[in-house]
T-cell receptor, first 114, second 114 residues
Framework: AQKVTQAQTEISVVEKEDVTLDCVYE???????LFWYKQPPSGELVFLIR??????QNEISGRYSWNFQKSTSSFNFTITASQVVDSAVYFC???????????FGKGTRLHILP | KAGVTQTPRYLIKTRGQQVTLSCSPI?????VSWYQQTPGQGLQFLFE???????NKGNFPGRFSGRQFSNSRSEMNVSTLELGDSALYLC?????????????FGPGTRLTVT
């Protein structure tokens, strides 16, 4: 069975601190995609990044960076120099190419305190 | 261009009733997906429609159904409502089917079943 675990249900950090959101996944498939989404208070999910199972190259995009490690089945997301506008719920998700269904983690609610 | 719109934004229904939610995708988008978000179960994929055909379906009972019209607008129907159907229902559209990283989400319809 496929599973996505976001162990951190809620995190609070002071503005300008760095914060890492953890994501651990389980799948028997060899080809899959991993995603991070952001859900601000308005409710609309916003796509942040996609990684496929063959691409372990980590990426930095502005203040965001991602660490994908197949050996530990983890796909962590880091915000550096956090800002109040980063406050949101962040979801990690897994999609198997085999059945094309997407599984979401329960989300991590991030509070950036001014 | 206009984003994904969902109507109504809020809805209160009584157990046993049925409900229809509507989603208008971004102009030119042919794929529409539906998701249910609850505090207990989190974010779950309901189904995806592409060119008026259901392309994929999550693990939900037959009470949950949908359809897509020739203009790509989609409706989701839930019959014989249960208290557990209270949730935020999110709709997302994309140009093509299966393009989860290119989905744009609407603000959702919050359904309360009493």
């Amino acid at each position: 069975a496929q599973k996505v675990t976001q162990a951190q249900t809620e995190i609070s950090v002071v503005e300008k601190e760095d914060v890492t959101l953890d994501c651990v996944y389980e799948t028997r498939d060899t080809t899959y995609y991993l995603f991070w989404y952001k859900q601000p208070p308005s409710g609309e999910l916003v796509f942040l990044i996609r990684r496929n199972s063959f691409d372990e190259q980590n990426e930095i995009s502005g203040r965001y960076s991602w660490n994908f490690q197949k050996s530990t089945s983890s796909f962590n997301f880091t915000i550096t120099a956090s800002q109040v506008v980063d406050s949101a719920v962040y979801f990690c998700a897994l999609r198997s190419v085999r059945d094309d269904k997407i599984i979401f983690g329960k989300g991590t609610r991030l509070h950036i305190l001014p | 261009k206009a984003g994904v719109t969902q109507t109504p934004r809020y809805l209160i229904k009584t157990r046993g009733q049925q409900v229809t939610l509507s989603c208008s995708p971004i102009s030119g988008h042919r794929s529409v997906s539906w998701y249910q978000q609850t505090p207990g179960q989190g974010l779950q994929f309901l189904f995806e429609y592409f060119s008026e055909t259901q392309r994929n379906k999550g693990n939900f009972p037959g009470r949950f159904s949908g359809r897509q019209f020739s203009n790509s607008r989609s409706e989701m129907n839930v019959s014989t409502l249960e208290l557990g159907d209270s949730a935020l229902y999110l709709c997302a559209s994309s140009l093509d089917s299966g393009k989860l990283d290119e989905q744009y989400f609407g603000p959702g319809t919050r359904l309360t079943v009493t």
